[in-house]
């Protein structure tokens, strides 16, 4: 599990990464940067604790039965999506945490998957899988 831990903690690394570049470009562009990066880590660090639990949900439910993996599984994203709607309520409510900024924070993340993804080395992709069975 080593090396899903060091995937995961370069994910980490290039979300924060990502999240202050764009702090860095609302302070130039929004007129209440103030409250946009609040919302901005705010939404990134929810997103990474998440992320955290989908990482621990998938790594627990490998060794389960199907039937109970299935439940544990779905439970836990029940979870994740409340966790969600959360942040988005609070970020609402909240005067002082931009909404756009805590949606933007929440999609870095995301981002972040989805460039390392399609710049990925497919032989190391391959010696993990192979490694956990």
């Known amino acids: 599990m080593d090396e899903t831990r060091d995937l995961r903690l370069k994910i980490y690394k290039y ?3 990502t999240a202050c570049f764009a ?3 609302a302070i130039f562009i929004v007129k209440d940067y103030l409250s946009f990066i609040s919302g901005l880590f705010f939404g990134t660090v929810i997103a990474i604790l998440n992320f955290t639990l989908l990482a621990k949900t998938i790594e627990k439910s490998i060794y389960l039965p199907p039937e ?3 439940t544990y599984v779905s439970s836990r ?3 994740r999506f409340t966790i969600y709607g959360a942040v988005l309520y609070i970020s609402v409510v909240a005067d002082y945490i931009n909404v756009i900024g805590t949606i933007i924070g929440i999609l870095t993340i995301k981002l972040v998957v989805y ?3 399609l710049f990925n ?3 190391y992709y391959k010696n ?3 490694k956990t069975k």
Do not use: E, G, R
Request: proline letters at 0%; zero cysteines.
């Open 115 to 117: 460039v390392l993804h």
């Open 15 to 17: 979300t924060l990464l």
């Open 77 to 79: 994203y029940f979870i």
């Open 23 to 25: 702090a860095a470009v």
């Open 128 to 130: 993990i899988f192979n």
């Open 121 to 123: 080395d497919k032989q």
């Open 68 to 70: 109970k993996a299935k």
